[in-house]
Nanobody, 125 residues
Framework: QVQLVESGGGLVPAGGSLKLSCVAS????????MGWFRQNPGKEREFVAA????????YYTDAVKGRLTISRDDAKNTVYLQRNSLRREDATLYSC??????????????????WGQGTQVTVSS
């Protein structure tokens, strides 16, 4: 069982930046495909960014493309999401997810085996 713990959320002014972190308990973290999703209450989980296990491919949602970067540090069992130029509509709960399944399409939440509890991002005007 992989435990994922996110951090780095908080209150940020519009136009500001945040770097979210997700630490995995799994020692074989380097073989996991990782993703970030966001979800507002009562709404569907929305894909944000994903990174294949070897770092060769990354995926971003078109909705925020250019304002975010996903990266990973396998030595620290950590995946990051850098969010820049934040807007009010970016305020939501961000969760990371891990996948070691044979089917992984990056953007599909059902392809992920493990989920963190999330970290809340709030953007003030």
């Amino acid at each position: 069982q992989v435990q994922l713990v996110e951090s780095g959320g908080g209150l940020v002014p519009a136009g500001g930046s945040l770097k979210l972190s997700c630490v995995a308990s799994e020692r074989t973290f380097s073989v996991y495909n990782m993703g970030w999703f966001r979800q507002n209450p009562g709404k569907e989980r929305e894909f944000v960014a994903a990174n294949i296990w070897n770092g060769d491919d990354t995926y971003y949602t078109d909705a925020v493309k250019g304002r975010l970067t996903i990266s990973r540090d396998d030595a620290k069992n950590t995946v990051y999401l850098q969010r820049n130029s934040l807007r009010r509509e970016d305020a939501t709960l961000y969760s990371c997810a891990a996948s070691n399944g044979s089917v992984w399409r990056g953007r599909v939440f059902s392809d992920y085996n493990y989920w963190g509890q999330g970290t809340q991002v709030t953007v003030s005007s």
